[in-house]
């Protein structure tokens, strides 16, 4: 008996883990948005939901957002898997939601113009709920954070050419 309750924790971890994984992607080489400045530095964002303290921009610098609060994870054509290279942006997220309780998280799924309408709405949402879960798995509460999509409707790159698409297949991530 518990040699099967030890197998069914070590499959479980597994499965757990393999959400988290990651495959290389269609467009590995894509980069990342939102990662750089929006011009003048801004000295602090954003306060909390309850009027916590704001956030330095340093610190946000340092955990992979830009000035405004604001990071993109991008995905493979028609993927829901997260890169590795987005693991430390994932860590240092889950760790600002954990170090503030008012902290919050709005994660936007986006797809690119290709597929119905409704197609796209539920490939976004799956994207926000992927990272959501791995902030979960990280230990980021569930309670600071909202996984909303956006569908098509909010292209980085208008153009109907592969690096357009590849722009536009993203999760963004606003801290507040």
Known sequence: MKTTALRLALLSSSV????????????????RAGAGGSGAVTEVIAQGRSGESALPVE????????????????FGFDGTTIAPEYQPLLQKTAELLRSGS???LI????????????YNIALG???SETVKQALKVL???ESQMEANTNGEEKP????????????????????Q
Do not use: H, M, W
């Open 102 to 104: 008012n902290r919050f």
């Open 59 to 74: 610190r946000l610098r340092a955990a992979g957002f830009n000035d405004a609060g604001q990071a993109s994870i991008f």
């Open 139 to 141: 230990g980021a509460p």
């Open 125 to 127: 949402q799956r994207r």
């Open 16 to 31: 757990l883990l393999a959400a988290c994984s990651s495959v290389p992607l269609d467009d590995a080489d894509s980069g």
């Open 107 to 118: 994660i936007e799924g986006n797809t690119d113009e290709r597929g119905t309408a409704e």
């Open 156 to 175: 980085l790159a208008p153009g109907r050419d592969e690096a357009s698409y590849q722009k536009n297949r993203r999760a963004d991530l606003f801290i």
